[in-house]
């Protein structure tokens, strides 16, 4: 079983849709929540960064924690055609030196 | 603020010879940074961590003597991909850690290689 789980999709929504995207892990001793965005043939660019349990807001994008379930998510809300990127969870702990695990990456696509 | 910058962005080269790219941290110092390596439509392979000062950490199965690393300042590493191959060829994602602050990765915007 891989630490972190994640659907890579493709994702395809309507313009102005609610994604959802989610991750799960096995690794109870995660503690630091992040999620990137990747364009094609960038490096990837930080989003939403937590701590534990509990849910964290930035204009349209919400990250949500929760520890007991070992899930997160992502919410993007109107999303919109510019929103069209892969988007990596990622989970670090105490364990192995703070090492951050990646999911593989959910390919999302906001039709126009 | 936590800009990383990479260069070159794209680079050519025929096979045996030797591939330098250099990661910067701009604008705060990194005691920590890492290599990655992304295949197409795949997700972030860690090759090594490295830390100022020190050797690096290569991960299993990434040979230490054809992926130099060395993390000379604060602020700067270098990856050395030598004898490269046409296997080599690979999109190169550093990032870096901000000394001080969380767990947060910075990346860069990543070195596109072609060996030929």
């Known amino acids: 079983q891989k630490e972190v789980e994640q659907d890579p999709g493709p994702l395809s929504v309507p313009e102005g849709a609610i994604v959802s995207l989610n991750c799960t892990y096995s690794n109870s001793a995660f503690q630091y929540f992040m999620w990137y965005r990747q364009y094609s043939r960038k490096g990837p660019e930080l989003l939403m960064y937590t701590y534990s349990s509990g849910n964290k807001e930035d204009g349209r994008f919400t990250a949500q924690v929760d520890k007991s379930s070992k899930y997160i998510s992502l919410f993007i809300r109107d999303s919109q055609p510019s929103d069209s990127a892969t988007y990596l969870c990622?989970?670090?702990?105490?364990?192995?030196?703070?090492?951050?695990?990646f999911g593989a990456g959910t390919r999302l696509f906001v039709k126009a | 603020g936590a800009v990383v910058s990479q260069h070159p962005s794209r680079v050519i080269c025929k096979s045996g010879t030797s591939v330098k790219i250099e990661c910067r941290s701009l604008d705060f110092q990194a005691t920590t940074m890492f290599w990655y390596r992304q295949f197409p439509k795949k997700s972030l392979m860690l090759m090594a961590t490295s830390n100022e000062g020190s050797k690096a950490t290569y991960e299993q199965g990434v040979e230490k003597d054809k992926f130099l690393i060395n993390h000379a300042s604060l602020t700067l590493s270098t990856l050395t991909v030598t004898s490269a191959h046409p296997e080599d060829s690979s999109f190169y994602i550093c990032?870096?850690?901000?000394f001080g602050r969380g767990n947060e990765q910075f990346f860069g915007p990543g070195t596109r290689l072609t060996v030929l």
């Open positions: 990032s870096a850690k901000e």
């Open positions: 990622a989970m670090s702990g105490n364990t192995g030196g703070f090492k951050t695990i």
